[in-house]
């Protein structure tokens, strides 16, 4: 019975990807964080779009801000859906439409979109953020939703109580699921009655019933001392009325899991994270499980040939071990391990990548050492060049992160 009351729901999603990504940078220097790449072949707003996709909520807005012309494109190219049957996932930029200035914040792009709220007239409303690596089924949380009759829902994790500062942190009433108090990244949270090193975290996803997100965003829009933000204010005000109630990303179930890739889920808001991610991929048990078929994540790419590994012979390896390998790599007497790399990548004889992440179209030259790296697409590593090694010396010339992470920009030109 509350499977078909919320099947014959009108639900409009909204994705919000006009995020800039500071932290990523130099990845986000010229892209919008939800359009940088993960994983060899998608970029980080197809998760999201697949989790939506998967539970058949195919009434999709993006909207975008920073840099996002490859953002536009992306979406565009690869999430063209039929239209026939009222189904779209359309990007849409900032357009100014109430006046000069550009979104201030996560619900100043809500409130400057709210036409494409009354066009469709749902009943309830998808609010997910852009940057997370996770699977969902978000039917269980418009189900959760609908039932309670909350105004609100916000998914939350578990997660340490040392990143409570990066989150929305929610305190629950001891009987359970309505919101008793929600802090945007508070840095004196304390941890939970149960797990006192740990707090309860919004991922950034909700679910609002639609008059309760008109009221809430009209109420903020007049209010000048406001920083127009869901995190920072408006989830704040709608617990503040009584009626926000937590969905626990625990209790999702999403075909095909498995117990260890089971509620996986992580903010790659920052490069240390954006790399641990991916080598959260490529164990041979892997915590994140790209291969199930049940819940796919889509995405699209250029038609390349397959992958192809040569010479393998006398001292030179043409060679991948447990690592992800895109179509169109060209491993020619080099050896990769644990590593990632994305459609384009061409490894040259003597040639070395370990524990690292390399984008599209990367050249590793004859001899040349890569080590626990993140190379942005198109660089060309020049023989014999020792990238991982000498950390002073990488710091003067590339990003280097906390964890020692060696962070090489897209196009940059390398020298020996
Ligand atoms: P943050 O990720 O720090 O915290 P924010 O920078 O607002 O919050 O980004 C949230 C989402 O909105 C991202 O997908 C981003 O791309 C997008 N976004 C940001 N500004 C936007 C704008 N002006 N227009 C369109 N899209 C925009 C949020 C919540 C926390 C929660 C974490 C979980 O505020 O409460 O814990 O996400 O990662």
Do not use: C
Request: charged share 20%; hydrophobic share 40%.
């Amino acid at each position: 019975m509350r499977q078909v009351r919320v099947l014959h729901m009108r639900v409009l999603a909204i994705v919000l990807a006009g995020g800039e990504g500071k932290r990523l940078m130099p990845l986000t220097a010229d892209r919008a964080k939800p359009a940088v790449p993960f994983g060899g072949i998608y970029r980080l707003v197809d998760f999201v779009l697949s989790n939506l996709a998967n539970g058949n909520y195919l009434q999709i807005v993006v909207l975008t801000q920073y840099k996002n012309h490859s953002l536009d494109r992306h979406i565009s190219q690869t999430w063209r859906l039929t239209s026939m049957l009222g189904n779209y996932v359309t990007p849409v930029p900032a357009q100014q439409r109430l006046g000069p200035h550009w979104f201030s914040g996560s619900a100043d792009a809500l409130f400057q979109n709210l036409n494409l709220v009354y066009d469709e007239m749902p009943e309830h409303v998808i609010v997910f953020g852009a940057d997370h690596i996770y699977r969902m089924d978000p039917r269980q949380m418009v189900a959760q939703h609908v039932d309670s009759g909350a105004e609100v829902t916000v998914a939350a994790i578990r997660q340490p109580l040392s990143l409570a500062d990066q989150f929305g942190v929610i305190e629950t009433d001891p009987a359970g699921r309505k919101i008793a108090a929600f802090r945007e990244k508070p840095k004196d949270a304390v941890g939970l009655p149960d797990a006192p090193d740990q707090v309860y975290a919004s991922m950034g996803n909700y679910v609002f019933r639609t008059q309760a997100m008109l009221d809430a965003l009209r109420e903020d829009a007049l209010d000048p001392t406001s920083k127009h933000d869901l995190g920072g204010n408006i989830i704040p005000m709608m617990v503040k009325s009584g009626s926000a109630e937590v969905y626990d990303f625990a209790d999702n179930v999403v075909p095909g899991s498995t117990d260890r890739d089971k509620g996986y889920w992580r903010d790659v808001g920052t490069l240390d994270a954006y790399y641990e991610a991916h080598m959260d991929l490529i164990s041979a048990h892997p915590v994140f499980n790209l291969y199930n078929t049940q819940w796919p994540i889509y995405t699209g790419h250029d038609p390349l040939p397959p992958a192809k590994f040569v010479h393998n012979d006398g001292d030179r390896i043409g060679r991948a071990v447990d690592s992800l390998v895109s179509a169109g790599v060209i491993v020619s007497g080099g050896l990769a391990e644990r590593s990632v790399l994305s459609p384009g990548v061409v490894m040259h004889s003597h040639s070395r990548v370990e524990d690292s992440v390399l984008m599209g179209n990367v050249k590793v030259g004859r001899g040349a050492v890569v080590r626990r790296a993140i190379i942005d697409k198109n660089v060309v590593i020049p023989d014999g060049a020792r990238i991982g090694f000498d950390l002073e010396y990488d710091r003067s010339r590339f990003a280097v992160t906390q964890n020692g992470i060696v962070v090489i920009g897209k196009n940059e030109v390398i020298e020996r």
